[in-house]
């Protein structure tokens, strides 16, 4: 029977150690701060929000919400994003995506100052990433990282194949594998022969956003699953990217959902964010 990688206590455990580095930073009178900007009502970015902004207090994180009505304008929120950036109090700022069709996305996240891109997307971050230099890094796939730690599994040599080629999640996991010398495969809904290239991984990131659709059988035995997938069925169920109840019997590890890479992904923002502390603190500013 496979392990399954339980994200809400190896979350926890990482929210012990941060709340521990944020008393430290209290006693040098810096209170790591994070800046939440929603725009609109998504019911389900405002369930992301809402965790967030627990999971803050759990650890001490001082929390900056800005909730903004589905109407507000292009230029009103760059001038919030410029006002956080100016902000000493702010050492990490996030805008919850998706946002509304007339704002342009890629303009909103550019003009996060990259020191405070505590969701490690805007292109200097992304750059670090790719040269393999220190910086932020996407939360989602630093949790997959955690996770696969969490067990001890040496990639090295592994060949991990990631099914999804989003910035936010597929391209940077496919980076941070070959950074622990991973063979790197990903794949996405072009990709020949699917099924055949999942049965080859040793790893199976599972990031494509489609319920259950990497069937069990294409786990090979003994395969690590990260499945990174939220989907609710027609009659409410959440369920991942993969068939759980399929690969459970092949693989030697696997994520659930819910409670797998979820929670990880708030505990590396957390981390991130009380990092972004850590330098601003070092700067002596």
């Not at 050492?91 to 550019?110: R, T, W």
């Not at 890479?261 to 330098?279: E, F, S």
Request: aromatic share 4%.
């Amino acid at each position: 029977m496979a392990t399954i990688l339980d994200g809400k206590k190896i979350s926890q455990e990482i929210k012990r150690v941060l709340a521990d580095e944020v008393r430290l930073l209290k006693e040098d009178n810096i209170v790591p701060g994070l800046a939440v900007v929603l725009v609109g009502e998504n019911p389900a970015s405002r369930v992301y929000v809402r965790n967030k902004r627990k999971s803050c207090a759990e650890v001490g994180i001082r929390g900056f919400d800005h909730n903004l009505s589905e109407a507000t304008p292009q230029n009103e929120l760059e001038a919030l994003i410029d006002k956080l950036n100016g902000d000493a109090n702010v050492h990490g700022i996030l805008v919850q995506l998706p946002l509304p069709s007339h704002i342009d996305e890629a303009s909103i996240l550019l003009r996060i100052d990259p020191a405070k891109d505590v969701d490690g997307f805007h292109p200097v971050n992304m750059g670090l990433l790719v040269s393999g230099l220190p910086g932020f890094r996407p939360c989602t796939p630093s949790g997959i990282m955690t996770m696969l730690d969490s067990i001890g599994y040496n990639l090295s040599g592994k060949h991990a194949v990631v099914v999804g080629r989003s910035k936010i999640v597929g391209k940077p996991a496919a980076l941070m594998l070959l950074e622990r010398h991973a063979t790197v495969t990903i794949c996405h809904s072009r990709t020949e022969d699917l099924p055949g290239i999942v049965r080859s991984a040793d790893v199976v990131v599972a990031a494509v956003g489609r319920p259950q659709f990497i069937k069990g059988d294409w786990i090979k035995p003994g395969a690590v699953v990260i499945d990174v997938g939220i989907n609710r069925t027609g009659d409410g169920q959440l369920v991942g990217d993969v068939d759980f109840e399929g690969a459970v019997k092949n693989a030697y590890a696997i994520t659930p959902v819910p409670g797998g890479v979820g929670p990880m992904t708030i505990a590396m923002l957390l981390k991130n964010t009380v990092d972004a502390a850590k330098k601003h603190r070092s700067a002596g500013t």
